[in-house]
């Protein structure tokens, strides 16, 4: 699941939980899915940060910052 996805779902279990309407045991298979969820998109997000970590550090090695001059 994509991770924008998988935010939307959350928000729509947080509301689902926070509104106290289900049975004890559909609320914690709920908030079950939820945590899997949450795990699942915090690795993508962290792949995603390696990921750019990575364009960034490839790009010091080719662009050379130069100071810039307003006058």
């Known amino acids: 699941?994509?991770?924008?996805?998988?935010?939307?779902?959350?928000?729509?279990i947080t509301a689902?939980?926070?509104?106290?309407?289900?049975?004890?045991?559909?609320?914690?298979?709920?908030?079950?899915?939820?945590?899997?969820?949450a795990a699942d998109t915090k690795r993508q997000l962290d792949a995603a940060r390696l990921r750019v970590d990575q364009i960034v550090e490839q790009a010091r090695d080719?662009?050379?910052v130069e100071p810039f001059d307003v006058s």
Not at 1 to 12: D, G, H, N, S, V
Not at 17 to 36: S, V
């Open 62 to 64: 080719t662009l050379a």
């Open 16 to 37: 689902t939980l926070e509104r106290g309407e289900l049975p004890l045991d559909d609320a914690i298979g709920l908030f079950e899915e939820g945590l899997a969820l």
């Open 1 to 12: 699941m994509k991770i924008e996805q998988a935010l939307a779902k959350l928000e729509e």
